[in-house]
């Protein structure tokens, strides 16, 4: 066995979306040196096993890294995702974080980048790193933190098989493979009522299978957020606002748990498939508009929970069961997408540095947020109390849940200048995406955010109170 020691600062464990942007802002902010550790031979973390069709839920203008735009700023001409700026598809994704670290963080000299390896922590606590594929083994002597970038684990359907009893004669396939599909089936059935079966819904319906072939087995119906209130750039400026105003201004206003769910859908904050049904599952999903138009095509839609067996000419789920058409191709969509940490964990501990979110639905600005407090603060209280940490969502009163520890981490970042003037200019700064070419002396950029911030300030002394009153109402959902 081949080993060799490595001495450095900082040990980053992953080399996915969060781990890039994390080190990215590191490399700016200081002089340190950096190991990182990922089982993939690329860098980009799970969009290595994505399906190859999958694109950003929001705009590339703020996804990434700091330092490297990743966004061409052209919109869909037309489409279900028409007027809406550009959504990086899979293969700009990796191309994207392959320039990131050849031309970025390698000739820094202080990266160093160990991929097909694996990270195990002795019984002494020493850090080690095996090949996957060789003999060789590195020890790596850390002076500074372990960077943890692993808590956030994202599931896809080509590494996690189904959790359901398949016949051997059914036909069954992850979403990655309906690319590979080379006849016509008489029906097609999505297994999954998260993102990954929206996306295969919408490959069929574009590939050309009629909504009628189209089966879509939802255990829950979700809460959707809309696109359009994450574009970039000025001419969204105004309405991004108001959208998020409208969702402080919901929480205001609530009087009941549906209520409030009436208002976000009224204000266009949240959107459903079917006005009929009450979501009673929110994992941040985001559709244009057209594509819920799209989505909302297929009316043959099984709510009986999830799937326990699918048998030749049956689907045995929870609540029941429902026949079909031996020659069924399944799409299995199934994989769990992301973990919660720890209840337990923090993100700043002695000796550690845990990757996890301070700004809801927006992981890599977290990430490259989290660096730059890493950088310029010394004090883990103090860290702490500027990145608590913002759970991930499923039932939908998480949309609460998500805001209380945003809008807590957000009135800290505003009592310190080098934070906000960081936050300012950052690339990955949704709010300030939708403000990039708007002229400073535009009046309704400080009418706005002076708004913003008033109502914002509102819903954060309220949602403790309706967490409170709507905590029977969540177990209720949490069991559906």
Known sequence: MTEKKIETDYLVIGCGASAMAFVDTLLEETDHRIVMVDRHDRPGGHWNDAYPFVRLHQPSA?????????????????????????????????????????????????????????????????????SLLGDSRVEIVVAGKLVDATHVGTEVAATHGPRYSVM?????????????????????????????????????????????????????????????????????????????????????????????????????????????????????????????????????VIRLGRVTTIETSRVL???????????????????????????????????????????????????????????????????????????YPSVPLDWLTMWLPTLTNSAQWALRPEVSRWISGSRLNAIGAAGRGLDPADPRRHQLRDLMRETAIKAAMRIPELLTRFSEREETWARS
Not at 265 to 290: C, H, I, K, Q, T
Not at 319 to 337: E, F, N, Q, R
């Open 317 to 391: 789920l929870d609540d029941g069961s429902v026949d079909a058409d031996p020659d069924t191709l399944y799409i299995d969509c199934s994989a769990a997408a992301l973990h919660q940490p720890p209840p337990d964990v923090k993100i700043f501990e002695p000796g550690v540095v845990n990757l996890l979110v301070t700004r809801r639905v927006q992981p890599v600005f977290s990430a490259a947020l989290i660096g730059f407090v890493e950088s310029h603060f010394d004090d883990e209280d103090e860290k702490n109390a500027m990145c608590q940490v913002v759970p």
């Open 168 to 300: 051997s004669q059914v036909q069954l396939i992850p979403i990655n493979g309906l690319p590979e599909v080379r006849r016509r089936h008489p029906c097609y059935t999505v297994v999954g009522a998260g993102k990954t079966g929206m996306d295969a819904c919408l490959w069929l319906l574009a590939n050309g299978v009629e909504p009628p072939r189209i089966r879509w087995i939802r255990p829950r119906d979700p809460w959707v957020l809309d696109r359009a209130a994450l574009q970039p750039f000025a001419e969204n400026f105004e309405y991004v606002m108001r959208n998020t105003i409208d969702g402080f201004r919901a929480i205001v206003e609530a009087t009941s748990a549906s209520n409030l769910f009436e208002l976000l859908e009224s204000y266009r904050v949240l959107m459903r498939f079917d006005p009929d049904v009450e979501p009673s599952a929110f994992r941040a999903a985001v559709l244009s508009r057209g594509e819920l138009e799209q989505l909302r095509r297929i009316q043959d």
């Open 62 to 130: 703020y996804y990434g890294v700091g330092s490297r735009e990743l966004g061409r700023g052209v919109t869909y001409p037309d489409g279900p995702n028409a007027g809406g700026y550009d959504l990086a598809s899979k293969a700009e994704i990796l191309d994207y974080y392959d320039q990131v670290m050849q031309q970025r963080f390698l000739p820094s000299g202080r990266v160093t980048w160990l991929p097909m390896s694996e990270y195990r922590r002795g019984p002494l606590g020493e850090h080690h790193v095996r």
